[in-house]
């Protein structure tokens, strides 16, 4: 890594600690460590080979959603502040327009209710337009990032790209396997303690997959509940080894969620990269051995090669 990236990534963070302190009344010294070790967790993982590693870890420390965030509270908490003002001259205008005895005097009464009206519709538009430009704005960090907002693990685009890349080299110096892992059940889990759990599993499973990966393994959402591995410079069996162990340490570590304990499984299909090899057919492959997974009882591993064995 150059020394300006370095540098560029310790200020960021630097600043991000102080970001954090100050959002807090009183932030805790087990807070400020959480975060260091978080930056320790993400200088550790960038790999000069690895894809957009250093992007990668900025974004763990510059979260553009939370500015976007900030900037729709402040809206809110400015068009919130314009009502009450406006129900205030609601409530003056009510004052002004009774005679001596507390009769209304309709015809003033009805103009000024006009004048607040127009008021009212004003702000709602502008609240509008606010919202309408940071849903914009949100739409294009997600399209540009490369990492999944809610795992923070690498997207479906960093994928394609990514596997784009490898497969155009055709013949590699060194093995490759990617591995598709699905939680099981995971519809289940929805229906019975809804979405919110559900995305606490995925940020389970994810965190999970970081503590028992390499530095150098990939990591991806592939959409919903399926995640992709990519697995270098390992044989087979090591690529077996792993998967085999990322099936039981998911089914030992339990999910707490208000005192109930969530069970999570995962079945996993994995393959071995080969020239001539294009993305569809590598993902193919190892979609195979994840059927197989799931139709022999879930919670387990299946492998599949070349020759469909």
């Given at each position: 890594?150059?020394?300006?990236e370095l540098k560029s990534l310790v200020t960021q963070m630097y600043h991000g600690l102080?970001?954090?302190?100050?959002?807090?009344?009183?932030?805790?010294?087990?807070?400020?460590?959480?975060?260091?070790?978080?930056?320790?967790?993400?200088?550790?993982?960038?790999?000069?080979?690895?894809?957009?590693?250093?992007?990668?870890?900025?974004?763990?420390?510059?979260?553009?959603?939370?500015?976007?965030?900030?900037?729709?509270?402040?809206?809110?908490?400015?068009?919130?502040?314009?009502?009450?003002?406006?129900?205030?001259?609601?409530k003056t205008a009510v004052n002004e327009c009774k005679d001596k005895h507390g009769l209304?005097?309709?015809?003033?009464?009805?103009?000024?209710?006009?004048?607040?009206?127009?008021?009212?519709?004003?702000?709602?538009?502008?609240?509008?337009?606010?919202?309408?430009?940071?849903?914009?704005?949100?739409?294009?960090?997600?399209?540009?990032?490369?990492?999944?907002?809610?795992?923070?693990?690498?997207?479906?685009?960093?994928?394609?790209?990514?596997?784009?890349?490898?497969?155009?080299?055709?013949?590699?110096?060194?093995?490759?396997?990617?591995?598709?892992?699905?939680?099981?059940?995971?519809?289940?889990?929805?229906?019975?303690?809804?979405?919110?759990?559900?995305?606490?599993?995925?940020?389970?499973?994810?965190?999970?997959?970081?503590?028992?990966?390499?530095?150098?393994?990939?990591?991806?959402?592939?959409?919903?509940?399926?995640?992709?591995?990519?697995?270098?410079?390992?044989?087979?069996?090591?690529?077996?080894?792993?998967?085999?162990?990322?099936?039981?340490?998911?089914?030992?570590?339990?999910?707490?969620?208000?005192?109930?304990?969530?069970?999570?499984?995962?079945?996993?299909?994995?393959?071995?990269?080969?020239?001539?090899?294009?993305?569809?057919?590598?993902?193919?492959?190892?979609?195979?051995?994840?059927?197989?997974?799931?139709?022999?009882?879930?919670?387990?591993?299946?492998?599949?090669?070349?020759?469909?064995?």
């Open positions: 890594m150059k020394k300006d102080l970001t954090h302190i100050d959002e807090h009344e009183e932030p805790k010294k087990d807070e400020v460590i959480d975060y260091l070790k978080d930056a320790i967790v993400s200088i550790e993982q960038i790999d000069a080979g690895s894809i957009n590693s250093m992007e990668h870890a900025k974004l763990a420390f510059n979260n553009a959603y939370k500015e976007i965030a900030q900037k729709s509270l402040s809206s809110y908490k400015d068009t919130n502040s314009k009502f009450a003002e406006l129900s205030q001259l609601h209304i005097d309709i015809p003033s009464i009805t103009s000024k209710f006009d004048e607040i009206q127009s008021h009212m519709m004003s702000e709602v538009q502008r609240a509008n337009d606010v919202i309408t430009q940071l849903t914009e704005q949100i739409r294009e960090l997600e399209e540009s990032s490369k990492l999944d907002a809610l795992t923070k693990v690498f997207n479906r685009k960093a994928l394609d790209s990514y596997l784009h890349e490898v497969t155009s080299k055709g013949k590699l110096q060194h093995e490759l396997h990617l591995l598709i892992l699905d939680i099981d059940d995971f519809k289940k889990i929805n229906d019975k303690y809804g979405h919110v759990v559900g995305d606490k599993v995925l940020i389970f499973l994810a965190n999970i997959l970081r503590k028992t990966l390499r530095d150098g393994d990939k990591i991806f959402r592939y959409g919903g509940e399926e995640f992709i591995i990519i697995l270098n410079r390992i044989d087979v069996n090591m690529c077996q080894e792993i998967a085999k162990r990322i099936v039981k340490i998911v089914n030992s570590n339990k999910l707490l969620y208000k005192g109930e304990t969530i069970n999570v499984t995962v079945s996993i299909g994995a393959t071995t990269y080969h020239d001539g090899d294009t993305p569809d057919t590598l993902i193919s492959r190892a979609d195979k051995a994840l059927y197989r997974s799931k139709q022999n009882g879930k919670n387990q591993m299946n492998m599949e090669d070349i020759n469909g064995n």
